[in-house]
């Protein structure tokens, strides 16, 4: 029994963390816009009412199908300022759990947490290079929630009562989410006056609002008052990079993902090729040898994962290597079934699990899955002040001690494990889908795709279901997972934590009925946030019909 209810439709599908984006997003595919139309009004919605998630100033990647069958990966991610250098932090420890931290936890919160926000001229480059509507069209929903007003959701305000002690420490957060210096409360209407002025200015003079404008000045001018890197220089040399989608094969399924610096289309295709040689189906979902072969594969996954994820500019990637068949089979001949194993561990860094995901179909043939985020809750816990803009700290994800192949570098892009992955079947897709969770990204999102094609769950059970995941210390695992199960493992010599959720949540869309590609498309979202899906039925009159009124009134 799932908690969530799919949605079934032929005209197009939105399915966003939020149900307010994923209603933008359906009124672009209304008005006669693509998926990518959609796509982009839907993260420029949830800026606004899922802002401790996402902004303008964040960063991430979109994944494009078009229908011509080509695959674009547009890397929107954000980069070191050229001011940045290896030795920039203090850190304070060379090993887990520490190792990340730095002296007054510059890396994570304040201005020298800030990296070059992507987001904006990633998305723009989208709409203009594939999309179909205007920009300013585009951003409306969003301008109207944000002058307008919308109901916190709980999970907003459970956001809020979290990091109640840090946004106060910000006038721009603290005015929103604090009102009368108490946190907000599920049903507050919630509005962000400030920020739907800047979104006009975007709307009337596109990026360069930000990357050669006013906006980008009032970034630059609190960057440095505040002792932060970021200049206009930095902002007007960002800018998107298309790259090719890694492809593998599993099962006759053929998975596409994201290149580095994402991790995901590398390691999930690395994952599914060793577990590619063991019988899933007939171990079962949930089982102790299945959850052990999981675990396993995460734990290489990871081992090998600090050679892979680095911006491709900087760091050689052994792409080819590390996704071949024959590198998994002798992988895979390292497992053994009956014990737990260390594997080599890698850099082990540490990702925020604070993202968003939009996953977007027309009956055109154009599929987006796009993942993005400011990094952190509310990110570097600051505004620049008169735009209700909210800074990424993204600086986070460099590894702050110098000499590694993560290390911060002037212009180096930031590695991550966004994993907005499709699955094709016979040239023809199957699944998109992707969701929020830092390092827990694309481990959840291999599970689900197993899920669907070994374990033949439904699209709903599949993003639903429980999920595991280590990176070679602890093994999470969900409450869904039986503790006869969890004996098991622990037997094998797992160090087993119990954990609320593994990632976030997660939306899908499903192509097909009954393995048949009949037109239509589902969409699905787990229980892990307010994902919701919106289907788009119905359509014009028939060619030729009148209405014929003096018929009618008899």
Request: contains cysteine; negative net charge.
């Given at each position: ?6 949605v ?23 008005g006669?816009?693509?998926?990518v ?8 919605a ?55 931290e730095?002296e007054g936890?510059?890396?994570?919160f304040?201005p ?14 989208t709409?203009s ?23 916190a959701?709980?999970?907003?305000a459970?956001c ?36 739907a ?9 596109g ?12 970034l ?6 505040a ?13 998107p990079?298309?790259r ?33 040689g ?9 089982t ?8 396993e ?8 994962r600090?050679?892979?994820t ?16 024959d ?17 080599a561990p890698?850099?082990?860094?540490l ?10 179909a ?15 809750l509310?990110g ?9 803009m909210?800074?990424n ?33 016979g ?8 969701l929020?969770?830092?390092l ?5 999102a ?6 669907l ?19 070679g ?7 869904g ?34 393995g ?12 892990r946030?307010?994902g919701?899906?919106?289907g ?19």
């Amino acid at each position: 029994m799932t908690e969530k209810h799919p949605v079934t439709a032929r005209k197009g599908m939105v399915v966003t963390n939020h149900p307010l984006a994923s209603g933008a997003g359906a009124e672009m595919l209304l008005g006669g816009g693509n998926a990518v139309d959609a796509a982009v009004a839907a993260l420029f919605a949830l800026t606004v009412v899922e802002p401790m998630m996402v902004g303008i100033l964040g960063g991430g990647v979109a994944h494009l199908r078009l229908p011509d069958g080509r695959h674009v990966v547009v890397d929107g991610l954000s980069t070191a300022p050229a001011a940045a250098r290896a030795d920039m932090y203090r850190t304070l420890s060379d090993v887990l759990p520490d190792y990340q931290e730095t002296e007054g936890r510059e890396n994570h919160f304040g201005p020298l947490a800030m990296a070059v926000p992507g987001a904006l001229r990633a998305w723009c480059h989208t709409l203009s290079a594939y999309g179909t509507m205007p920009l300013a069209d585009v951003l409306e929903p969003a301008i109207r929630l944000a002058a307008r007003g919308w109901a916190a959701t709980p999970y907003l305000a459970d956001c809020v009562g979290d990091n109640a002690a840090e946004l106060a420490t910000d006038p721009g957060l603290s005015a929103t989410f604090l009102p009368g210096g108490a946190p907000l409360r599920a049903g507050d209407r919630v509005r962000r006056g400030d920020y739907a002025e800047s979104l006009r200015l975007i709307a009337q003079a596109g990026p360069d609002a930000l990357h050669d404008g006013p906006l980008g000045e009032a970034l630059a001018a609190h960057m440095r008052g505040a002792g932060g890197l970021i200049t206009m220089g930095d902002l007007r040399a960002a800018g998107p990079v298309e790259r090719e989608a890694i492809r593998a094969s599993y099962r006759g399924h053929e998975i596409l993902g994201p290149p580095p610096p994402s991790s995901s289309g590398v390691h999930v295709a690395q994952m599914l090729n060793v577990l590619e040689g063991f019988d899933l189906r007939a171990l079962g979902a949930g089982t102790p040898d299945s959850v052990h072969l999981l675990a396993e594969a995460l734990k290489m996954a990871f081992a090998d994962r600090a050679v892979a994820t680095a911006d491709p500019a900087f760091v050689e990637v052994p792409v080819a290597r590390l996704v071949s068949k024959d590198y998994a089979a002798g992988r895979r001949a390292e497992i053994a079934l009956d014990q737990a194993r260390d594997w080599a561990p890698g850099a082990g860094l540490l990702e925020s699990a604070n993202t968003t995901h939009v996953t977007v179909a027309d009956d055109r043939g154009t599929v987006v899955s796009s993942t993005q985020t400011i990094n952190s809750l509310f990110g570097a816990r600051f505004t620049v002040p008169g735009t209700g803009m909210v800074a990424n700290n993204y600086m986070y994800n460099f590894d702050p001690h110098p000499g590694r192949a993560l290390s911060v570098a002037p212009g180096k892009r930031v590695f991550t494990s966004m994993a907005p992955m499709m699955v094709l079947r016979g040239g023809v897709p199957v699944v998109a889908l992707g969701l929020p969770g830092g390092l827990r990204i694309f481990g959840s999102a291999m599970q689900a795709i197993i899920n669907l094609l070994d374990h033949g769950m439904s699209l709903q059970e599949a993003v639903e279901a429980p999920r595991v995941w280590t990176q070679g210390h602890l093994l999470e695992l969900e409450p869904g997972i039986s503790a006869e199960t969890e004996a098991v493992l622990v037997a094998r010599g797992h160090r087993v934590s119990r954990v609320r959720t593994v990632g976030g949540g997660m939306g899908a869309i499903a192509f097909g009925t009954d393995g048949t590609m009949d037109g239509t498309m589902t969409g699905a979202a787990c229980w892990r946030a307010d994902g919701t899906p919106v289907g788009i039925g119905g359509g014009l009159a028939r060619a030729g019909v009148r209405f014929m009124p003096d018929v009618a009134a008899r």
